[in-house]
């Protein structure tokens, strides 16, 4: 059939009888040629819907960054909880260390853990820390020499150029002195001076650019800080052992004519053989001298503060020796027994059992009785605490000392005169 446009058309009826079953969208698929038998290939199998390789992806990456959230949250958070709660994580406490840098007046301050700390702090210091052997010539008891005998100690440098603290007591009598450091090598020692109230002696060795030590301030450090000593043991050179600061100002009897004064109490281990070394805070400063054990005790070793050891430093190089100044009084922590046996008023102080003759505070007019309440504006509770300032002090400085006397407050300004 033909339509208006002169375009077959098709008859109805084949229209109708039209297979359709391979058309498109109407269009009509022309029938395929036929194939050669022996080579006909089957028809293509339908294949199963594939879900969709970026759902997928998706997924993954999403779980990778969930596990990553995860864990820094939760280790921020477990952080948190063991940082504020040392007491239950006592091996997470964290300091604030001040670590000296180039010179003496450049520092930086780090937050780090106690461990870390103590290690930095050893770094620092154990170069200049040294072995001191000595040879002394040994007495019988009729005073004749019956031979020689070796002795050891510790030390630590405080100058490139060679000076040593030490005690006193390491190196009295010595005919000879050893020097050895951490790196093997030896100098031959020399004493320039020593100062037996105190226990400090000062060593020297020829050397340059030797390591060295930075000192403390001792008048900063707290009870229950810790602090690090190190030395030579029995021989046992660079031991480190820690502890804390037990007590200030401990007067201490060091032999049968000597007392200690102002002398660092500690529970670091220390032995024969770490006398002489030094006590170190967490920021690798030299807070102490370590001088002294209590035989058969557990936990009681004392050091020189650095300060004391300083002044006799300084003393040393500029006069050759070191004279103290006192106050002039003998005297007792006021207790309650004290009171009541001597009507004393006061409620606390430092009580005067004698005045020296010839002193600055018989001068000033002080007199047995009176109970010594400050000093300088300073509070003055125990005679430890007197003898550790006035000890501060130099021959010559003025004092102002206020006493309580039958209930009535004087002022005596005192003038210091030489120990002894």
Partial sequence: MIDENGFIKPDPEETQNLDTSNTVEGYVTP????????????????????????????????????????????????????????????????????YPVGT??????????EEQAIENAVKIVSPAVVQINITSVSQNPFGFSSGTQEGL???????????????????????KITVMLKDGREFSGQVVGTDTTSDVAVVKIKGTNLPTVQLGDSSALTVGQKVIAIGNPYGLSQTVTTGIISALERNVQASATENLVGVVQTDAAINPGNSGGPLVDLSGRVVGMNTMIYQNAQGLGFSVSINTAKKVYDAILKNGKIT?????????????????????????????????????????????????????????????????????????????????????????????????
């Fill in 153 to 175: 100690g510790s030390g630590f440098i405080i100058t490139s150029d060679g000076y040593i603290l030490t005690n006193n007591h390491v190196v009295e009598g010595a005919t």
């Fill in 31 to 98: 029938e395929a040629s036929p194939t050669v038998q022996a080579y006909n290939t089957p028809s293509p199998q339908p294949q199963p819907v594939r879900r969709s390789s970026s759902g997928r992806v998706l997924l993954v990456w999403g779980l990778i960054i969930g596990l990553l959230l995860g864990s820094v949250l939760g280790g921020i958070l477990g952080n948190y909880v063991v940082m504020s709660n040392p007491g239950t994580f006592p091996w997470a406490r964290t300091v604030s260390a001040t």
């Fill in 324 to 420: 103290w100044p006192a106050l002039g009084i003998q005297g007792a922590t006021l207790t309650t027994s004290i009171a009541q046996q001597y009507n004393v008023k006061a409620s606390q102080g430092v009580y005067i059992v004698q005045i020296t003759s010839g002193s600055g505070a018989e001068a000033a007019g002080l007199k047995a009785g009176d109970v010594i309440t400050t000093i300088d504006d300073k509070s003055m509770t125990t005679i430890d605490g007197i003898l550790s300032y006035i000890r501060s002090k130099n021959v010559g400085d003025t004092v102002q000392v206020v006493a309580d006397r039958g209930g009535t407050t004087k002022t005596f300004s005192v003038v210091l005169k030489a120990l002894g």
């Fill in 104 to 113: 003496s007046s450049s520092s930086t301050t780090i937050v780090t853990s």
